[in-house]
């Protein structure tokens, strides 16, 4: 009888032990993360086993729930170490950039200005846009982001000035946290 209680508490300190962040890192992003809907625009997180889909939505309305342009980004995240602020280091690896124009009236917008350096924009045609120039802002092929993140709860945040760049260094890595940009979480993972 000793011998069955104490299996059962080996195997159960196991399993706690095996649910324990500091053996399975960046468990803690698991799911989805969405910020608030802001000047129109929603951007969502969603990690699973530290790959992630980021995706950022334009809308035609103020409550962001009609979307007339989305872009999309995928790739790998590997967690670094604990910083004394209690945020972790966050290294990215950008796999794909794409972007879709939603209605005809975006595609043809998009059109008139070469948005990312193309005027063939179809609506509801998804558009490989990894290494162009959209109104500013790329990903670059063989992009990396070194960040920093901090989880409170069901509150996400990432570093203040974060760049995506080809050959970053841990200058690049941000030292503070950006507190005007928070993620809540809208889904666990599944």
């Known amino acids: 009888m000793h011998f069955n209680i104490r299996w059962f508490l080996s195997a159960a300190l196991v ?17 989805t993360w969405a910020t608030a809907c802001y000047m129109r625009t929603r951007t969502s997180l969603t ?9 950022y939505s334009e809308y ?24 004394a602020s209690g945020a972790r280091q966050l290294d990215l690896t950008f796999a794909s950039f794409t972007s879709t124009a939603l209605t005809a009236e975006n595609a043809e917008f998009n059109n008139m200005n070469a ?10 045609v998804e558009k ?3 290494g162009a120039a959209c109104y500013g802002f790329a990903i670059p092929a063989g992009a990396t ?33 950006d507190e005007t940009r928070v993620f809540t979480r809208v889904a666990d993972a599944t």
Do not use: M
């Open 47 to 55: 990690y699973a086993d530290l790959a992630f889909t980021g995706t």
């Open 115 to 124: 948005y990312c350096g193309f005027t063939d924009w179809q609506a509801d």
């Open 128 to 130: 490989d846009v990894l």
């Open 145 to 177: 982001s070194l960040d920093i993140y901090l989880v409170d709860g069901d509150a996400l945040k990432f570093g203040q000035g974060a760049k995506v760049a080809v050959g970053l260094t841990e200058a690049d890595r941000p030292t503070a946290i």
């Open 15 to 31: 399993l706690v032990a095996c649910d324990d962040p500091a053996e399975d890192p960046g468990a803690e992003l698991d799911g």
């Open 60 to 83: 035609t309305d103020d409550a962001c729930t009609t979307e007339y342009h989305v872009s999309t980004w995928t790739g790998t995240a590997a967690v670094g170490a604990d910083l």
